[in-house]
C-alpha cells in the first residue's frame, strides 16, 4: 500500500514563495507529479518528473515553479517562486509505482494521491 502526503502549503503575499513537499511511502516510487485545483476550475498539472529526473511544467508556470525529488526519500518537491492570487488552491500530489520515458502523464495514470495542500495567495 503507498500512502502519499503533502505539506508545505499556507498563506503568502503575492510575489512570495513557498516550497510543498511530498512523502509516497511504502513502495518504490516511479513518476510523481503535482497538480492543483483552483477556485472555479477543474483540476489541472502543475508539473512532473520522472523517476530519472526529467520534468514538465504547465505553461501558466512561466519558469516560476521548480519541480525536484529526492528518490532515497521517495519525496518530491515544488518550489513555487513569484506566486499570484491566481495560484490560489489546493494542490495535490499523485505519484505511480511505474516507470516513463516521457515525464507528462494522463492524470489517470497516477493510483496514488494526497489529501491535498492550501495555497492561498493574498494580493
Known amino acids: 500500500q503507498v500512502h502519499v502526503a503533502e505539506s508545505g502549503g499556507g498563506l503568502v503575499q503575492e510575489g512570495g514563495s513557498l516550497r510543498l513537499s511530498c512523502v509516497a511511502t511504502?513502495?518504490?516510487?516511479?513518476?510523481m507529479a503535482w497538480y492543483r485545483q483552483v477556485p472555479g476550475k477543474q483540476r489541472e498539472l502543475v508539473a512532473a518528473?520522472?523517476?530519472?529526473?526529467?520534468?514538465d511544467y504547465s505553461d501558466f508556470v512561466a519558469d516560476r515553479f521548480t519541480i525536484s525529488r529526492d528518490n532515497a526519500k521517495n519525496t518530491a518537491y515544488l518550489q513555487m517562486d513569484n506566486l499570484k492570487p491566481e495560484d490560489t488552491g489546493v494542490y495535490y500530489c499523485?505519484?505511480?509505482?511505474?516507470?516513463?520515458?516521457?515525464?507528462?502523464?494522463?492524470?489517470?495514470?497516477?493510483?496514488?494521491w494526497g489529501q491535498g495542500t492550501q495555497v492561498t495567495v493574498s494580493s
Open positions: 499523485a505519484a505511480t509505482l511505474r516507470r516513463y520515458t516521457s515525464p507528462r502523464l494522463a492524470s489517470s495514470l497516477y493510483p496514488y
Open positions: 511504502g513502495r518504490s516510487i516511479g513518476h
Open positions: 518528473i520522472t523517476s530519472g529526473g526529467l520534468t
